[in-house]
């Protein structure tokens, strides 16, 4: 794999986790709105968005 492949590919693995972290946010926010925060689904996305977020800050402290 050259360089510039590589690059490529981490620059689409940042454009999914971005992806995924918008739409985890998207569905918590549908949640909120129902009123249904103590439920597992609830939960699960919110580890799952914190997760992401670590993931989004690492990327970008590397400048991708």
């Known amino acids: 794999m050259t360089d510039e492949q590589r690059l490529a590919a981490y620059d689409e693995f940042a454009q999914g986790v971005r992806a995924e972290l918008a739409q985890v946010s998207e569905r918590m926010d549908d949640l909120?709105?129902?009123?249904?925060?103590?439920?597992?689904?609830?939960r699960q996305l919110f580890a799952a968005r914190?997760?992401?977020?670590?993931?989004?800050?690492?990327?970008t402290?590397?400048?991708?």
Request: no cysteine; glycine share 4%.
């Open 50 to 59: 914190i997760t992401l977020k670590d993931i989004d800050r690492r990327l």
């Open 32 to 42: 909120r709105a129902q009123d249904k925060v103590k439920t597992a689904t609830y």
């Open 61 to 64: 402290e590397r400048g991708l």
